[in-house]
């Protein structure tokens, strides 16, 4: 029994990565093009308005208050990161930001004028990268009750104009001394509205995507009540990940390899998962193909601001990852409040 469900396996698994398996597409989703336009035309003051909106909510949970603002000010530093890494200039031309966009943020003109040294050093400092974090977390409150399935995928960030991770990654792979060109960072996102729910900054550019999932399944415990479906590219093919899915009570889309065992080994969530993709392959295949969306948001990101990561330091550096995810994030939710009628709340229920 087990030798036939295996080479049935195998030949279901042959067909499908040669192309042959008559896998049926599913239908594109329409795009209310009204809506759309609308969304494209508000975007750019819809997106300010939140940052200052979501700054407040966040500094006022970590605080308890809006408290007392000092020599350098927490919240009016966050909110300039954040349109920094919105608008993609460098910190000299990015402090003047305040100056034109202090209304919309929701900044006291007192604090119109900073060093761009004030700006650079807040990247390393601890209240703003809490401030950051709670963003983040914020910025999942509209769609938590509404997304169940996650898109896991790695990609990486350039530090430097002169390369692009599509067109080098062949021949950067092959670990070539000097400084670090790359950033890499794993991402789960919802596959319905598109939010990066999880992520990790890996350690170095070449560093295995598999180890990383389990971390970024503990943030997507935290942050949504339901879990209905998992889905990831070979590179995290494991029989722990398999079970650490399955403790979400969550389906794992995991595409196998064509030398994997069926032997669950401890870990039934293995065997289930190479079974389900063997006996309901057009189903399977229909939920893993959500897994391009990752795809899509990795691009939308680097395309909407396509300026290489400028900082130096690894911390500041990774603070810089962490902002423009919460840019997209708030970017992406003020074009669902337009395409979706998403309200976007951020209070305390």
Request: hydrophobic share 40%.
């Amino acid at each position: 029994m087990r030798q036939t469900l295996l080479t049935e396996f195998r030949h279901v698994f042959s067909s499908v990565k040669s192309g042959s398996y008559p896998y049926h597409r599913r239908k594109p989703t329409p795009r209310v093009w009204a809506s759309y336009d609308m969304a494209q035309t508000c975007e750019a003051p819809d997106v300010l308005g939140l940052i200052g909106r979501v700054v407040d909510e966040a500094m006022l949970r970590i605080r308890g208050g809006r408290g007392c603002w000092n020599a350098y000010p927490k919240p009016v530093l966050a909110k300039l990161i954040l349109t920094q890494q919105y608008d993609g200039r460098c910190n000299r031309v990015g402090v003047g930001l305040l100056s034109l966009f202090r209304e919309r943020l929701g900044i006291e003109s007192s604090y119109a004028r900073l060093s761009y040294k004030a700006l650079e050093r807040s990247y390393s400092d601890s209240m703003v990268i809490g401030i950051l974090n709670e963003v983040f977390f914020l910025s999942q409150r509209p769609v938590r009750m509404r997304e169940d399935g996650f898109a896991v995928d790695s990609t990486c960030f350039p530090t430097t104009i002169k390369e692009n991770w599509e067109s080098a990654k062949n021949r950067f792979l092959k670990k070539p001394k000097g400084r670090r060109i790359f950033e890499k960072t794993v991402m789960a996102c919802g596959t319905t509205f598109k939010i990066i729910a999880g992520f990790a900054v890996a350690m170095t550019p070449y560093a295995n995507d598999s180890p990383y999932l389990k971390p970024i399944l503990t943030q997507i415990r935290q942050l949504y009540d339901h879990v209905n479906l998992i889905v990831a590219d070979p590179a995290f093919l494991s029989r722990e990940n398999c079970a650490s899915i399955a403790e979400l009570d969550a389906k794992a889309r995991i595409m196998p390899k064509g030398n994997v065992s069926l032997k669950a080994k401890g870990f039934k969530a293995w065997r289930q998962m190479l079974i389900e993709f063997t006996q309901e392959t057009q189903r399977w295949l229909r939920d893993y193909h959500t897994r391009s969306i990752a795809e899509t948001v990795s691009s939308t990101m680097k395309r909407v601001n396509p300026t290489p990561l400028r900082k130096k330091l690894i911390i500041r550096r990774t603070v810089e990852i962490l902002a423009r995810i919460c840019v997209y994030n708030l970017r992406q939710l003020t074009y669902l409040k337009y395409t979706h009628n998403i309200p976007l709340e951020f209070t305390k229920p």
